[in-house]
Nanobody
Framework: QVQLVESGGGLVQAGGSLRLSCAAS????????LGWFRQAPGKDREFVAA????????YYADSVKGRFTISRDDAKNTVYLQMNSLKSEDTAVYYC??????????????????WGQGTQVTVSS
């Protein structure tokens, strides 16, 4: 079983940047798709970004395309989410997730096998 720990959240002004990290322990997540999701108060959890098991393909929600960048470092067992030009509507708890099976497709419809505990991102306007 893999354990995921997110970090890097915080309070930032609109237009600012944050970099989220998600470190895995327990087993490697090489060969697994990885994703970031978020949940705002009173709303369902939604897809933000994903990266394929090879790192060769990335996927983004329309609302963050061009502002957020997902990347992975398998040597460090870590996935990142660089968030630029933040908006108040980006305020949410951000969760990372690991795909449920090796070599499975990543993306908005990916099946997540393990979740982190989440990190709060608050953007003030």
């Amino acid at each position: 079983q893999v354990q995921l720990v997110e970090s890097g959240g915080g309070l930032v002004q609109a237009g600012g940047s944050l970099r989220l990290s998600c470190a895995a322990s327990g087993r490697t997540f090489s060969n697994y798709g990885l994703g970031w999701f978020r949940q705002a108060p009173g709303k369902d959890r939604e897809f933000v970004a994903a990266i394929s098991w090879s790192g060769g393909k990335t996927y983004y929600a329309d609302s963050v395309k061009g502002r957020f960048t997902i990347s992975r470092d398998d040597a460090k067992n870590t996935v990142y989410l660089q968030m630029n030009s933040l908006k108040s509507e980006d305020t949410a708890v951000y969760y990372c997730g690991v795909g449920s099976s090796r070599y499975a497709a990543a993306g908005a419809a990916m099946t997540v096998g393990s979740w982190g505990q989440g990190t709060q991102v608050t953007v003030s306007s």
